[in-house]
């Protein structure tokens, strides 16, 4: 169970109850579930961001959360997605984050991640006011301290001053420049310009929708980056041009267990979307000079893709130092010292011994020895170890 359960169940009630009176000024109802004609009325919201942002995507760019019926379906389902999406991810970082900007922050979801994971000073940054009333109504209603600042990436407006331990991207950059490679210029320019803005030791970390375009750009953006000499702290193992982006099929990107908390189901159901697990890629990124970590020694590989059954055999893609590799592990060359190879979930890492080269990437024989040194979700050991 991930450990920020608690704190997502703390924010339904929270949620719910500033939508309700942001919409017809009083708080009455169930408070951590909607009624039947609420349920319906937030459902068709929902179906228009889903529909508009991630199929036909002509929303994206646009000032959707200045319509307050799409602003209300996000903050009650996208917005738990995206608390969600973020604990996760700042929970690879190797430390807690005081000082957090949040840009392109909506009402917040990804700010108020930062908060709860242990961050004391945040600054929340979009441009759409109804947005960031609704962060400041949630920071009233939690009891926490959240400064918001108006920030519209297509204006000479400026960021917001100061240095950071942590800038966010939450579902943002996706949206900015267009779509073509001028775009994507844009997108690593604005990224580097918050990478100038970390204290040492810092990160930017960038949520983007799981998709196979928007994901594809995310890696091209990650392309210029370390062009420009900077260090991607995760997912990546792989230091030079992503090996994903050799084949116009493939794309990367995360999948997290986590458990939906019951509105965010009954809208999930009735709005006929699937939000069983959080699908997302993302990427941290350190500020320049920060070298890549020495390479492991053995062969340590990120679990990739999700299991690739096939006949009497578990298959996996992996990514590593080496690159992108399929591993295969036949049935019957199980043993009690590779049986891990059949547990493994996406954004596993693992060190393996004992292979062979075989197709695409290695098999694994009965003496192979699997053993998880960083599973989904929790940031590499230090040192490389297992601990």
């Keep these: ?9 703390r924010w339904m009630p929270r ?56 602003l209300g379906a996000y903050l009650l389902f996208y917005w738990p997605v995206s608390y969600a999406q973020a604990r996760q991810v700042l929970g690879e970082l190797p430390r807690r984050p005081r000082q957090a900007l949040d840009l392109g922050a909506g009402p917040g979801p990804v700010a ?10 945040v600054t929340a940054a979009d441009r759409s006011r109804p947005a960031l009333e609704l962060a400041t109504k949630l920071a009233a209603e939690a009891g926490e301290a959240l400064a918001t600042r108006s920030w519209d990436p297509l204006s000479k407006a400026s960021i917001p001053d ?29 990224v580097e310009q918050l990478l100038a803005r970390l204290k040492p030791g810092g990160t930017v970390v960038i949520l983007e929708p799981a998709l196979r375009d928007t994901s594809r750009q995310l890696l091209r953006v990650r392309d210029l ?27 990367c990107h995360a999948e997290r267990e986590w458990t ?45 893709s999700e299991p690739l059954e096939g006949k009497g055999r578990q298959r996996f893609m ?5 690159g992108r590799v ?18 493994l979930r996406r954004g596993d890492v693992i060190r393996i011994g004992a292979t062979e080269e075989k197709g695409d990437g290695f098999a694994l024989r009965p003496d192979s020895e699997v053993k998880v040194i960083a599973p989904a979700g929790k940031g590499l050991p230090e040192p490389w170890e297992s601990p």
């Design 15 to 70: 949620l719910i109850a500033v939508w309700r009176k942001a919409r017809r000024g009083t708080a009455g109802g169930p408070p951590d579930r909607l009624t039947p004609q609420e349920l319906r009325e937030v459902a068709a919201g929902v179906r228009t961001l889903s529909l508009g942002l991630t199929r036909e995507r002509r929303l994206a760019g646009a000032r959707y959360m200045d319509d307050p019926k799409l």
């Design 112 to 121: 108020f991640a930062a908060l709860d994971a242990g961050a004391v000073e």
């Design 326 to 343: 399929g591993l295969a592990l036949q049935e019957k060359h199980r043993t009690a010292k590779n049986a891990a190879f059949f547990h």
């Design 225 to 251: 980056l370390v062009d420009r000499g900077y260090t991607v702290r995760a997912p990546c193992l792989f230091r030079g041009h992503c090996p994903a982006l050799a084949r116009e099929s493939d794309w």
């Design 260 to 304: 939906m908390p019951r509105a965010v189901e009954e809208l999930a159901r009735t709005a006929q979307l699937h939000k069983e697990s959080l699908k997302m890629s993302y990427l941290a990124l350190a500020p320049k000079g920060e070298a890549w970590r020495a390479p492991p020694e053995g062969r340590v590989l990120r679990i990739v």
């Design 318 to 322: 992996a990514c590593g130092p080496e």
């Design 162 to 190: 100061g240095t950071f331990d942590l800038i966010t991207l939450g579902h943002v950059l996706n949206e900015l420049y267009g779509m073509d490679d001028a775009a994507l210029k844009k997108r690593a320019d604005l």
């Design 1 to 9: 169970m991930p450990n920020y359960d608690k704190d997502l169940a």
